[in-house]
Structure formats: C-alpha cells, structure tokens
C-alpha cells in the first residue's frame, strides 16, 4: 500500500501565486473593460450622437476602475483563504486535491491519461474527465518530491506543454472583444447574427464548463450566471436591432 504523503502551500508561495495571477490576469481584464467603454462611444459617434469624446465618457471608466478595485480586493482575499488550506494528498493509489469553499477533487492513478508540466512551472494532472483537470501550483511545497511521485505512477509520462487555458487564454479574449466591436458596430443583419450567435455559444460553454467542473469555486460558480445574463442582453439586441 502507497505510503500517503500531503502537501500544502507555504506563506511565501501563496504571496507568489496572488503575484503571478493578478500579473497575468490584469492586463486581459484591462483590455476587455477598455474594449467594452470604448466600442459603444464609438457606436454614438458613428450614428451622429456626439461628435468626439467629452469628459462625461469619463465617468464609466471611473465607475468601473472602483468596481474593479473592490472587486480585487475581495479575489484577493477569497484566493488567500482558498491556497491557505490548499492540501494535496498522495494515497491509495490516488491523488486528492482539497481546499476551502472548493469541492474535493480525486483522480484514481488509473484514470490519469496525461500529466503536462505547465509554462508556471506547476502541474496539470488530467484524467478521464477533462472538466475535472488537478492543477498543482509550482509554488506547492516540496514540489520535487511531488514530481517524483508523478513520475512513479504506471503508465504516466511527464510532458512539457502548455496547458489551453495557456495557449488561447489572450487570443479568447480578443476574439470575444472583436466579435463584440462588430456586433455592435456593424449594421448588416448577417454580421449581427453571426457574431451575436457565436458570443451566445460561447457564453452557454463556459457557462457549463464551469458549474459542472471541480476545478471553480463556489464563488466563481456563481458569479458564473452572469452569463446568462449578457446572453440574454445580446439576444435581446439581436431581436431589436434585426426584427424591429
């Protein structure tokens, strides 16, 4: 029987994964919130309801730069709870990953079909379900030991590639800020159809990746519903802007 090891996340290392992800994920946030205060004034503009922009176009980016502000302290917090009892247990032969306000997630030795290293350094551990991948951090204590482990399992071969949330992170998010810049910019009844259908898809599929994926907490699967939400906004533009 497999001796049971478990690891956890030091203070240092919890302080280095806010850094990288706030590092990472900042500038796409930037971009998207940018994107989406800018496209709409253009919109006004390009329907002769102001000629440039004035200083009451201010009072959004002002809004949202507050609403951001809170909202990162609060995932800062909420991250620093999660990480702070993040535990990662090899036993029987299976790994288990627990940490606060996420459900457990366990994957039979059997049932992993890849490891990748990631770009971070970390660990995706993959198994019959993709929707249930186990991600290691690189700042996991004693993440050699962990490695070694990885590397004992039958039939598992360590390969260095980047996860896709790594490779199509940034290209999504342009993608999604132009298919947005042309549905509401656009006035052909095909390009509106066409780019508001392929965000409503989009939407559904995280939508669903994420409530049913042990990957999210409960937090973010909330929080999740809010795509319904824009779903139903940009249906309801489709409707107005192509029927009416």
């Given at each position: 029987?497999?001796?049971?090891?478990?690891?956890?996340?030091?203070?240092?290392?919890?302080?280095?994964?806010l850094?990288?992800?706030?590092?990472?994920?900042?500038?796409?946030?930037?971009?998207?919130?940018?994107?989406?205060?800018?496209?709409?004034?253009?919109?006004?503009?390009?329907?002769?309801?102001?000629?440039?922009?004035?200083?009451?176009?201010?009072?959004?980016?002002?809004?949202?730069?507050?609403f951001?502000?809170?909202?990162?302290?609060?995932?800062?917090?909420?991250?620093?709870?999660?990480?702070?009892?993040?535990?990662?247990?090899?036993?029987?032969?299976?790994?288990?990953?627990?940490?606060p306000?996420?459900?457990?997630?366990?994957?039979?030795?059997?049932?992993?079909?890849q490891?990748?290293?990631?770009?971070?350094?970390?660990?995706?551990?993959?198994?019959?379900?993709?929707?249930?991948?186990?991600?290691?951090?690189?700042?996991?204590?004693?993440?050699?030991?962990?490695?070694?482990l990885?590397?004992?399992?039958?039939?598992?071969?360590?390969?260095?590639?980047?996860?896709?949330?790594?490779?199509?992170?940034?290209?999504?998010?342009?993608?999604?800020?132009?298919?947005?810049g042309?549905?509401?910019?656009?006035?052909?009844?095909?390009?509106?159809?066409?780019?508001?259908?392929?965000?409503?898809?989009?939407?559904?599929?995280?939508?669903?990746?994420?409530?049913?994926?042990?990957?999210y907490?409960?937090?973010?699967?909330?929080?999740?519903?809010?795509?319904?939400?824009?779903?139903?906004?940009?249906?309801?533009?489709?409707?107005?802007?192509?029927?009416?």
């Amino acid at each position: 029987m497999q001796q049971t090891e478990e690891f956890g996340i030091t203070s240092a290392g919890i302080r280095d994964i806010l850094r990288k992800t706030f590092n990472r994920v900042f500038p796409l946030i930037l971009v998207l919130v940018l994107g989406g205060i800018t496209i709409p004034i253009l919109q006004e503009i390009k329907m002769g309801e102001k000629e440039n922009l004035d200083v009451f176009d201010l009072i959004p980016v002002g809004i949202i730069a507050v609403f951001l502000l809170i909202s990162i302290f609060r995932t800062k917090k909420r991250l620093e709870k999660i990480y702070s009892g993040y535990s990662l247990t090899f036993e029987n032969e299976s790994i288990t990953r627990t940490a606060p306000m996420m459900p457990t997630l366990t994957i039979p030795f059997q049932e992993i079909t890849q490891v990748k290293k990631t770009a971070m350094g970390g660990f995706a551990v993959i198994g019959s379900l993709r929707l249930n991948t186990l991600f290691i951090p690189a700042q996991v204590e004693n993440i050699e030991r962990v490695e070694e482990l990885l590397i004992a399992i039958p039939t598992v071969t360590i390969t260095e590639k980047s996860t896709l949330l790594e490779k199509l992170g940034l290209p999504i998010v342009l993608s999604m800020l132009l298919l947005f810049g042309a549905f509401i910019l656009s006035d052909h009844p095909v390009i509106i159809i066409s780019t508001g259908t392929t965000m409503c898809i989009v939407l559904i599929y995280s939508f669903v990746i994420v409530q049913k994926s042990k990957m999210y907490d409960q937090h973010s699967k909330n929080k999740s519903w809010i795509s319904l939400l824009v779903m139903c906004s940009i249906l309801a533009t489709m409707y107005f802007r192509v029927f009416q």
